[in-house]
């Protein structure tokens, strides 16, 4: 059943963002999508062969697995509703079963990979800037410096800029669906590409401003390129940068390379992970190693403003 054929027939409430999304991601990355209902609970199902160790060390553990989460790496749950229904849900269900990036715990605690959010109170990137304390701030400058020739300007998505899209991915240690080109041409998101002086390609990002809120959503880039001109750090600055321009409250810089993102000011949001399967005795087994598939947070507090003004975000 696709997305839209079950907002007609079944009543869906959910924001015209989200069903273009869903419907978009049917039509360029089928995954055997479904959709459902649980005491008024919606909930985005799809197949994945997933490594469960994924978050821990070097083990693997690669399985064909059922996902409770949208069919794109993003911090978003496949849900819109109450943990406790999709729970029930899942008592209804064969097979193994994971649900990703759920905002508050399940029954049995397990988390996945936190996303960060940089709270955005400033008028300028400079009045940004002056909040730092010192080492932050000097910090930031040296990566601007570096910077300092780039020349970043919106663009048209590419087989360029793809290329430099699945580089990263081939280096991601916690790697899940890889989106077609055809996502990224055809998906309302913005496109702003990263070039030298000289005109050569280095990276892109793809951001997305919905209401008050901007988000990164994608990148590509080399990495032979990220010294010479502290390339990512530059990337997210830059995000930052246009999110204060923009007068946006929140950033959403999206998940991993959590030590960058904390120390531009970045606050994280945790994000759950919940495991069932309908046999007893491996439900029983998977519940006692679920500790073992969580996510641990980087393990360094930065005091990055000279006042701590943003309130803790959940």
């Given at each position: 059943?696709?997305?839209?054929?079950?907002?007609?027939?079944?009543?869906?409430?959910?924001?015209?963002?989200?069903?273009?999304l869903l419907s978009l991601l049917e039509r360029v990355n089928p995954c055997s999508q479904k959709?459902?209902?649980?005491?008024?609970?919606?909930?985005?199902?799809?197949?994945?062969?997933?490594?469960?160790?994924?978050?821990?060390?070097?083990?693997?553990?690669?399985?064909?697995?059922?996902?409770?989460?949208?069919?794109?790496?993003?911090?978003?749950?496949?849900?819109?509703?109450?943990?406790?229904?999709?729970?029930?849900?899942?008592?209804?269900?064969?097979?193994?079963?994971?649900?990703l990036n759920g905002k508050k715990p399940f029954s049995v605690q397990a988390r996945t990979l936190?996303?960060?959010?940089?709270?955005?109170?400033?008028?300028?990137?400079?009045?940004?800037?002056?909040?730092?304390?010192?080492?932050?701030?000097?910090?930031?400058?040296?990566?601007?410096?570096?910077?300092?020739?780039?020349?970043i300007q919106e663009g048209t998505f590419t087989q360029e800029h793809y290329g430099l899209y699945?580089?990263?991915?081939?280096?991601?240690?916690?790697?899940?669906?890889?989106?077609?080109?055809?996502?990224?041409?055809?998906?309302?998101?913005?496109?702003?590409?990263?070039?030298?002086?000289?005109?050569?390609?280095?990276?892109?990002?793809?951001?997305?401003?919905?209401?008050?809120?901007?988000?990164?959503?994608?990148?590509?880039?080399?990495?032979?390129?990220?010294?010479?001109?502290?390339?990512?750090?530059?990337?997210?600055?830059?995000?930052?940068?246009?999110?204060?321009?923009?007068?946006?409250?929140?950033?959403?810089?999206?998940?991993?390379?959590?030590?960058?993102?904390?120390?531009?000011?970045?606050?994280?949001?945790?994000?759950?992970?919940?495991?069932?399967?309908?046999?007893?005795?491996?439900?029983?087994?998977?519940?006692?190693?679920?500790?073992?598939?969580?996510?641990?947070?980087?393990?360094?507090?930065?005091?990055?403003?000279?006042?701590?003004?943003?309130?803790?975000?959940?």
């Amino acid at each position: 059943m696709g997305i839209l054929e079950f907002n007609e027939n079944g009543g869906l409430d959910l924001p015209m963002e989200s069903l273009e999304l869903l419907s978009l991601l049917e039509r360029v990355n089928p995954c055997s999508q479904k959709y459902y209902m649980e005491n008024g609970t919606f909930i985005v199902t799809y197949r994945l062969g997933m490594d469960l160790l994924n978050l821990w060390g070097r083990l693997s553990l690669k399985l064909d697995t059922n996902v409770i989460g949208l069919p794109i790496s993003v911090a978003d749950p496949g849900y819109k509703g109450r943990e406790r229904d999709v729970e029930s849900f899942l008592k209804k269900q064969r097979g193994l079963w994971v649900v990703l990036n759920g905002k508050k715990p399940f029954s049995v605690q397990a988390r996945t990979l936190s996303t960060f959010v940089f709270k955005n109170s400033y008028k300028s990137f400079q009045d940004y800037l002056n909040s730092l304390r010192s080492p932050y701030r000097r910090r930031i400058k040296r990566a601007l410096e570096r910077g300092r020739d780039l020349v970043i300007q919106e663009g048209t998505f590419t087989q360029e800029h793809y290329g430099l899209y699945l580089d990263v991915v081939k280096r991601s240690d916690h790697p899940l669906e890889v989106l077609p080109m055809d996502f990224f041409k055809e998906y309302r998101g913005d496109i702003y590409q990263f070039r030298s002086k000289e005109g050569r390609l280095l990276a892109f990002v793809q951001t997305e401003k919905h209401k008050d809120t901007l988000r990164f959503l994608f990148c590509g880039f080399r990495r032979e390129d990220v010294e010479e001109f502290d390339l990512y750090f530059n990337m997210l600055l830059w995000i930052v940068k246009l999110g204060i321009e923009e007068g946006v409250t929140e950033i959403d810089l999206g998940q991993t390379s959590e030590e960058s993102k904390l120390k531009i000011g970045c606050q994280e949001r945790e994000r759950y992970l919940f495991i069932h399967h309908h046999n007893l005795v491996l439900r029983w087994i998977l519940r006692k190693l679920l500790p073992l598939f969580s996510y641990r947070s980087y393990p360094i507090s930065h005091r990055v403003f000279k006042e701590e003004h943003n309130a803790d975000i959940s």
